[in-house]
T-cell receptor, first 114, second 112 residues
Framework: DGGITQSPKYLFRKEGQNVTLSCEQN?????MYWYRQDPGQGLRLIYY???????QKGDIAEGYSVSREKKESFPLTVTSAQKNPTAFYLC?????????????FGQGTRLTVV | QQPVQSPQAVILREGEDAVINCSSS?????VHWYRQKHGEAPVFLMI?????EQKGHDKISASFNEKKQQSSLYLTASQLSYSGTYFC?????????????FGTGTRLTIIP
């Protein structure tokens, strides 16, 4: 079955450590997105990528980094520079604009930094 | 740049109707609507492209007013399964800016 997979579902890290969240899709989608969800703030865009080897900052990119070396993979690294990293992180993918651009979401990763 | 949604929360009795609004300060290429149940991933409901079209999905429909950069989601004869948080997502109408930005959400609670 085609879909988008995030791992792990729950992640605990000590303050000051970098951590990488995985996102893989087998939908052959060009576009991939990372969102952060906090209570009452909706989904805020961290980074997005429309094509392999290219990505753009979203609205809250500070303290995060991404790579897009393969079409199916878009990992997100939460660095020690992110001041408040505890949150629910969602990855999504969609076809290129101009087509049916429905976004498919992964099940999310809940990151807790202690 | 997040679109603005209203209301933030609404409580309805089963069978009542609801309207959720979404507005943007930028010209829009498309508006998406998603529903998220607690602890789950958002699920796609519908997409509307510029052109002022209206779409329907069972008892859930939506409109898109391109001139006002607004969209509304209509839920009629609400069912218990409609409970959740609804998000609108917007794509701004300019090349080189193809990103999907979501609003803060509207929490809908349906009670028997």
């Amino acid at each position: 079955d085609g879909g988008i997979t995030q791992s792990p579902k729950y992640l605990f890290r000590k303050e000051g450590q970098n951590v990488t969240l995985s996102c893989e899709q087998n939908l052959n989608h060009d576009a991939m997105y990372w969102y952060r969800q906090d209570p009452g703030q909706g989904l805020r865009l961290i980074y997005y990528s429309q094509i392999v080897n290219d990505f753009q900052k979203g609205d809250i990119a500070e303290g995060y980094s991404v790579s897009r070396e393969k079409k199916e993979s878009f990992p997100l690294t939460v660095t020690s520079a992110q001041k408040n990293p505890t949150a629910f992180y969602l990855c999504a993918s969609s076809r290129a604009r101009g087509m049916n651009t429905e976004a498919f979401f992964g099940q999310g990763t809940r990151l807790t930094v202690v | 740049q997040q679109p603005v949604q209203s209301p933030q929360a609404v409580i309805l009795r089963e069978g009542e109707d609801a309207v959720i609004n979404c507005s943007s300060s930028k010209a829009l290429y498309s508006v998406h609507w998603y529903r998220q149940k607690h602890g789950e991933a958002p699920v796609f409901l519908m997409i509307l492209l510029k052109g002022g079209e209206q779409k329907g999905h069972d008892k859930i429909s939506a409109s898109f007013n391109e001139k006002k950069q607004q969209s509304s989601l209509y839920l009629t004869a609400s069912q218990l399964s409609y409970s959740g948080t609804y998000f609108c997502g917007t794509e701004i109408d300019s090349f080189g800016n193809e990103k999907l930005t979501f609003g803060t959400g509207t929490r809908l609670t349906i009670i028997p």
